[in-house]
DNA sequence: CAGGATCCTATCCGATACTG
DNA sequence: CAGTATCGGATAGGATCCTG
């Protein structure tokens, strides 16, 4: 049934093709957008981290739901994933060129967000 | 247990405080982010929509959540409501100041995702 | 038209236990 | 250390019906 791209008129202001269900753009935004992905982003943006680090940076993520996230977002390729096979094993993650892109706009959205904040909950920054 | 911001050292860098579950920062961000909260902000972006033009451009939304959506943006004074005391009853929505300061780092998010999304798939932006 | 109320299902996600 | 597997409760979210 739905295979094409539905724009009622061809004089239709330019919306967003994205908002079909079967659009990939839909997909790679809803897991950047996740309730864990974000932080994963936001967390990997100055620097690579391994599990351990990321897990003790994000508050209140499990294990499960870290391995999840990360497995996703390598999927999308906006993350990277090295394993040094060592023992014990150390796996660190890292934005790529598309997940750098990405976290950019990020950062900005909560700057702006926190900046509309009541001061008691602002960040020192 | 955890109460306080935990920044293990005072050179720490600039970590964001906003990944504690209970900083206001991270409700409105869960909000936005939110499975629809995205598309809404999105598609208000440029102009201002009635219910039904937003259920209508927003594919897959149940009118259940659209309003329930809508509902927590308002409240997070991220979007605007306006009701024509007419009958039948219409139902503006549009952003609010703070809301377009949301939108434009989201705009710039979705931009990034779909350029570098096969071509297939890609807007004709 | 713009929703609220209800019901019911899918999935999210945490806790726990186990593996290389 | 860095996961995977499984279970079960909580929540998100769709479908339907109803109202001002």
């Given at each position: 049934?739905?295979?094409?791209?539905?724009?009622?008129?061809?004089?239709?202001?330019?919306?967003?093709?994205?908002?079909?269900?079967?659009?990939?753009?839909?997909?790679?935004?809803?897991?950047?957008?996740?309730?864990?992905?974000?932080?994963?982003?936001?967390?990997?943006?100055?620097?690579?981290?391994?599990?351990?680090?990321?897990?003790?940076?994000?508050?209140?993520?499990?294990?499960?739901?870290?391995?999840?996230?990360?497995?996703?977002?390598?999927?999308?390729?906006?993350?990277?994933?090295?394993?040094?096979?060592?023992?014990?094993?150390?796996?660190?993650?890292?934005?790529?060129?598309?997940?750098?892109?990405?976290?950019?706009?990020?950062?900005?959205?909560?700057?702006?967000?926190?900046?509309?904040?009541?001061a008691e909950f602002?960040?020192?920054?």
């Open positions: 049934m739905d295979e094409g791209v539905q724009v009622t008129a061809a004089e239709a202001p330019p919306r967003y093709e994205v908002f079909h269900t079967d659009c990939l753009a839909r997909n790679v935004v809803d897991h950047v957008t996740s309730r864990w992905g974000v932080w994963v982003l936001i967390s990997l943006r100055t620097n690579a981290l391994r599990f351990y680090e990321l897990r003790e940076s994000i508050h209140g993520i499990s294990e499960k739901m870290l391995s999840q996230t990360l497995r996703v977002l390598v999927q999308d390729g906006l993350v990277w994933r090295e394993v040094e096979p060592t023992v014990p094993p150390q796996v660190t993650y890292g934005l790529t060129e598309f997940g750098r892109e990405i976290g950019e706009p990020l950062r900005e959205l909560f700057d702006r967000i926190t900046q509309h904040l009541p602002k960040p020192t920054r």
